[in-house]
């Protein structure tokens, strides 16, 4: 059964930091891309970061660039994300997201399927 694991979320001040981690099991998960992808309140969701199979290639969307930091650990089969910085418009559950393959994160718009989701864990910011 496969499954993801979000965890680290939580309620934060402008400027504060997260780290947020998600499990994997179930599936073979050096195989894997990974990426993280948000929804703010009544927007669409958003890929934020993606990374791949060994961690050599990242890429971020613009909001986050120099912020955010994704990162995996093929060894325990988890990924990350490190959030620097924080600010209100980064409020928005935060979801794992597994894909064979990272061009998918790229190429990703609202409603196209990508293949494993995590339920999300919310990352709340104030002012």
């Known amino acids: 059964q496969v499954q993801l694991l979000e965890s680290g979320g939580g309620l934060v001040q402008a400027g504060d930091s997260l780290r947020l981690s998600c499990a994997a099991s179930?599936?073979?998960?050096?195989?894997?891309?990974m990426g993280w992808l948000r929804q703010a309140p009544g927007k669409d969701r958003e890929v934020v970061a993606s990374i791949s199979v060994y961690g050599r290639i990242t890429s971020y969307a613009d909001s986050v660039k120099g912020r955010f930091t994704i990162s995996r650990d093929n060894t325990k089969n988890i990924a990350f994300l490190q959030m620097n910085d924080l600010k209100p418009e980064d409020t928005a559950v935060y979801y794992c997201v597994a894909d064979l393959r990272q061009s998918r994160f790229d190429a990703w718009v609202p409603g196209a399927d990508l293949d494993f989701w995590g339920q999300g864990t919310q990352v709340t910011v104030s002012s």
């Open positions: 179930g599936f073979t998960f050096r195989n894997y891309a």
